[in-house]
């Protein structure tokens, strides 16, 4: 890396997309210039619409979100997108595919100029994110490239994943709007009062609502919903996740979303959540750098020498697990900077 | 921090539907622990180079099977180096051997045709960037 941060920063601020790709590389790769970084963008940061989107494999994100992305870019909006998809455990290799809905995405005359620059300039940005893996810091990329975006001018800022890992949820759900995206066909309502993500959801998304069982997935939802507010989980501004129905493939029902997604804004700005929802991310990011800090030195005493002694100590009969682990977790914690 | 993977993008520029081999390289690839932004078919040189900016690419793919390779590849370059990229561009498909030295002389940085192992495929893209970084 040899061109200087706050030069490809100064560039990514004037709107230049290239710096801010190579910027977004740092990001992934993390470390002490991704650090930096973080540091220089900080202030800059605060003010983007966060959207989540996350629903399951083929249930239509990356087609919904190309569709907004694309409208709303027509319309003057100069929005990001941060596609998330899963590295291989095996080989840490990636095929990341949103691109092919998104970019295809009728984009209005913009797409289409002739001009290359023009185009451009008015295009979305989208990077495409692999998740490399539970040291690769997916935890402290995500949010941290969300920043740089926010930071440099683009609103709204849409993280799109697939939902699945703990990571992924506490983006989505660290998100000023959460975006569940359900569709016919995936189970009944005893799923639906399932814990987990529909929990977070502040909008559901039922797409694919052309196809047959749409309207079971929106009552279902509904009845969700009531016993939400039965059991006193409803939020105690009294706000109801609104369930919208879409079609995104063809272009229905996504100014529909976008125009929930905003409501949810207002509600958010109108009960001061927005401030505590901005703090929360913050809280995560920071919870998540601590983590990986830690779980890094975990890795380097697991294979230092007297790692390595501890632990076979547990082979044979005179040392069990707990007390193994008891005994690294004391030198982990008093020791931090013991190198291996 | 480790070495990053290599970011390859794979495409299929202008009217050509045949998409198994690129899905193919795309499953090969990232078996050998590369990171695959897969476009797809029906590309521009123009949304190749912007996919190229924003995702920050080491490689572009073209996968090529309508005998377009002798005008396309040429112009994929060209308008590669005209936006100041130096990304490499590898093509893979079917090109007759008499053309493999015009590509080179254009600025293809390699070509891979039918047949080429799995092994084949990874070790020419690591070479290619490697030349280039």
Redesign the interface.
Known sequence: MTANISDLYAQARKGE??P???L??IV????PDADELSALIHADAGSAHIIGVTGSPGSGKSTLVGQLVSDLAASGNKPAVLAVDP??P????????D??RI?REPGGAAARSAD?TT??KH?P????M?T?GHSGGLALAVPLAVRLFDAVGYDPVIIETVGVGQVEVDVVSAADTAVVVMTPGMGDSVQANKAGLLEVADLFVVNKADRPGAEDVRRDLDLMLDLSHMTGQESSTGYRPPIVMASALHGDGTSNVWQAAVAHRGHLDATEQRVSRRNYRLQTEIRARVEHGLLLAADALFESAHGRTVISRTEHADLAPNDASQELLNLLLNQPEESP | MADAPIRIILAKLGLDGHDRGIKVVARILRDSGMEVIYLGLRQTTDTIISAAEEEDVDAIGLSMHNASHMTLAPAMVEAVRAAGLETPVIVGGIVPDEDLEPLAAAGVAAVLGPGSSAEEVAATVRQAVNTNR
């Open positions: 997309r290239r801010l790709g190579r977004l590389s992934e790769r993390g470390g590295s291989s095996l080989t840490g290799g990636a095929i990341l595919g691109r092919v970019d290359r185009a451009q295009a940005f989208v990077r495409s692999a490399r």
